[in-house]
Every structure is written in structure tokens, then in C-alpha cells.
């Protein structure tokens, strides 16, 4: 592995106006950018304003990032102008197939919170000779995603690790009730009972994307010693955008997203919209948009997406979280989370792009915390565990098998 030194833009206020207009997609008539933390949410925007397109905040990103793909790890030290790039190496982890969508859903479990029917997932069902000094994984999946989503990553990980993963309240084959005020507080709260209830054991937390700051949200406020570290993939910055201010693109476009959320909690609109989005060539588009890997956007995946969309409640869900308070933000809470920390992020993602306010301060951290490793890992979207899973299990199986004894 040779180490290479890229650049990237310090700040948004220095890329080329040519960029700048094309990442805002501004048409003739000065149509408003897509700007969205999720490639259902992307979609939304789209539908609201069809002169929009997903390729402006692509080429955005794509604009910023050099041609080779930055990483830290502890051992560097970050300035704002420069990184490190790794040149991924030549040897590729050997890899059991998925599992089926069709294995993952006959697997599944329900264990009842609060009242509300949760569906998770053991495997391999019985401990398998794993040692019991290795931690137990708990998989967090992203926004309109669910347990089927790790089907690349489950099978490998439990060769050496005893593997949960969970259907967040509103998702997937999980409860989803009407009328329920969805927040990051809520679903951090379920993550912490699922490990007391259920787990029962020391476990490092894996989330995508929001699921991502659940786990954040859940290790810094964890009063027991279950939780023993944390892999985060593309963490989002809070339930939806407006947690993202210090964004300029945001703050320019806040009261847009103001209107949205308006136009949302109108039930009509929000219904013709949400029918739209669910759309199996849509959603097809969305998820192309959003991976690097576009041979892994297959008939599989859209039916992970679309499939749990049907379900009565799911319009509610899709409502309060695209409307609902953003919740507790990843650079207040990181600092307080003295715990082994991983962080594996796409250079290709134009949902939380590494350019982004949430993906500067990740790749700061390595310099300045200690518990922090860093990889950005090149050609990968905004979810890199299902994009490119060889180059996480590259990344994520070393660092698991360092980690102290529990």
C-alpha cells in the first residue's frame, strides 16, 4: 500500500463558479438545487421541482475530489488543504456469497419494544465456536433501508464475529406506526434497549448513513459498558437536512426546505409523492445515483427499498422524518466517545460528500483524536457497505480483529 498526497478544496467559497453553478443545477430560470440527506429524500425534491437534477450534486462532488481517493488513518496528520490517498491494495478479501433476501427474511426474529413488533436478525444462529472474547457486531441500516441491506457484509463478518442486525421502528419488516413522531433520540434509545434485552453482550455498533448517528447518538449516551466501539459508514449529519446549517448550500435553500416540509404535511401531496418515489424504475434511478458500484444496484436491492414502502405506515414514517427535528448533531457528541472508532467513507457520495460540513470534520478527526481511524475509500457512494464491500472488509476486518479483548 503506497501512500499519495491529493488536495481537496478548503472551503466551498473557493471552488470555481463554473462548479459552484453546476453543483447547483440552476437552470435558465434559476431552479433550485437537490439537496437532500437521502436518496429516497433526494427523490422527493426532484419530484417537487422536476428541473432539478440528482448529477448536480454528483458533479459537485466529483469536482472536489482529486482523482485518487483520500485516506487517513492515525498515523497522519490532516491540514485542510491536503490528505492522504491510499492506493487500495492488490489483495482482495475472499468473500462467502450474500445472503439470499429470501434466507435474511425466514432468519428474522421479533422482539416486542415499547409495544411495537421490532424484526432483527442472529447469525450465525448458534455462536459457532466464535470466541467469546471477540465482540458481538450490531448492523444499523440508513434511511429506507433495513436488514436485507447488509446481506453482503453479514456472511463474512460472522466467520469470526456473532452478528445482529436490526430493522429500526419504521422501517423494514419493523412496526410502523401511525401518527408516530420519528427522532434520532428514539431510535438511539432502541439500539441501547436491543443490547440490554437482547444482545447481551460487549458489541460494536455498524450503521450506514442516519443509522450511523444512531449509533453515535446511542455510544455517547450508553451508562453501561455494552457498547465497545463504533463503525460508521458516511455518517449523516441528523435525521434530514436542516441539521446540515453550516452548509452554505443549505442556508441559502433553508427556506425552500421550510416550504417542502410545508407542502409534506399536506396529506394529498405528500401521498401523490411518496407513490412516486416507491416506483420501482424510480427508485432505481435514486440508488443509481447514489452508488459508485452501479453493478450492485440490482433487482434485489430495489426490492429491499420498495418492498417495505408498501407497508401501511410507511407514508407517516416517510413524513415525520423528512419533517421532524434533525436531532442531536455527530460533531457535538464524537468528542465525548472515548471509544475505537472507524470510519469508512465514499468519495463518491453526493448525499453527505466528504467536501460536505459532517465530512470535513470526520476527516479531521484522525489528527486530533487519538480512538479515530479514517478511510476514504474511492469509486464508492453513500453506501459503501452494499457499494463496495470488498474495500470495507479490507478496511473493517484488521481493525475488528485489534481490538482489545472484551
Known amino acids: 500500500m503506497k501512500l499519495v498526497v491529493g488536495k481537496v478544496f478548503s472551503s466551498p467559497f473557493s471552488i470555481p463558479n463554473e462548479t459552484r453553478k453546476e453543483f447547483m443545477g440552476l437552470a435558465a430560470n434559476g431552479a433550485a438545487p437537490c439537496i437532500f440527506s437521502s436518496p ?11 428541473k432539478c437534477s440528482l448529477r448536480s450534486s454528483v458533479s459537485f462532488s466529483s469536482h472536489l475530489m482529486s482523482k485518487n481517493p483520500a485516506s487517513v488513518d492515525n498515523s497522519a496528520k490532516v491540514s485542510a488543504a491536503s490528505t492522504l490517498v ?19 427474511d425466514a432468519k428474522c426474529s421479533t422482539w416486542v419494544w415499547r409495544g411495537y413488533d421490532i424484526n432483527y436478525l442472529v447469525y450465525p444462529e448458534a455462536d459457532g465456536g466464535n470466541s467469546s472474547a471477540k465482540p458481538t457486531l450490531l448492523l444499523v441500516h440508513g434511511f429506507g433501508a433495513s436488514i436485507a441491506h447488509w446481506r453482503r457484509n453479514i456472511p463474512v463478518l460472522a466467520q469470526s464475529h456473532t452478528v445482529y442486525s436490526i430493522d429500526l421502528l419504521g422501517f423494514g419488516a419493523s412496526q410502523k406506526p401511525r401518527g408516530f413522531a420519528y427522532s434520532m433520540e428514539v431510535w438511539a434509545e432502541l439500539i441501547l434497549d436491543f443490547l440490554n434485552e437482547i444482545v447481551q453482550k460487549p458489541t460494536v455498533l455498524l450503521g450506514n448513513s442516519i443509522g450511523s448517528l444512531a449509533c453515535v447518538i446511542a455510544a455517547s449516551e450508553s451508562a453501561n459498558s455494552l ?16 441539521a446540515i446549517v453550516d452548509d452554505w448550500r443549505i442556508k441559502l435553500f433553508l427556506p425552500l426546505l421550510w416550504l417542502i416540509d410545508l407542502l409534506l404535511k399536506q396529506r394529498g401531496i405528500a401521498t401523490t409523492l411518496f407513490d412516486r418515489i416507491r416506483q420501482g424504475n424510480n427508485l432505481r434511478n435514486i440508488l443509481l445515483s447514489a452508488y459508485g458500484n452501479k453493478e450492485n444496484v440490482d433487482e434485489d436491492l430495489v426490492e429491499i427499498i420498495r418492498k417495505p414502502a408498501e407497508d401501511e405506515g410507511a407514508l407517516d414514517a416517510f413524513i415525520s422524518i423528512v419533517t421532524g427535528p434533525p436531532g442531536p448533531n455527530p460533531v457535538q457528541l464524537i468528542p465525548n466517545i472515548n471509544l475505537p472508532i472507524l470510519v469508512l467513507w465514499g468519495d463518491r457520495d453526493p448525499l453527505t460528500p466528504i467536501d460536505g460540513p459532517v465530512g470535513r470534520y470526520f476527516a479531521s478527526l484522525p489528527a486530533r483524536l487519538s480512538n479515530v481511524n479514517l478511510y476514504l475509500l474511492e469509486g464508492v457512494g453513500h453506501c459503501p457497505h452494499d457499494d463496495r464491500p470488498d474495500l470495507v472488509h479490507e478496511k473493517l476486518l484488521p481493525w475488528l480483529a485489534n481490538l482489545p479483548p472484551s
Open 40 to 50: 429516497l429524500m433526494a427523490c422527493a425534491r426532484r419530484q417537487l421541482n422536476p
Open 86 to 104: 491510499v492506493v487500495p491494495s492488490e489483495t482482495d478479501v475472499v468473500s462467502p456469497p450474500p445472503l439470499e433476501v429470501k434466507e435474511i
Open 227 to 242: 457498547v465497545k466501539g463504533l463503525v460508521l459508514f458516511n455518517c449523516a449529519g441528523g435525521m434530514n437536512n436542516k
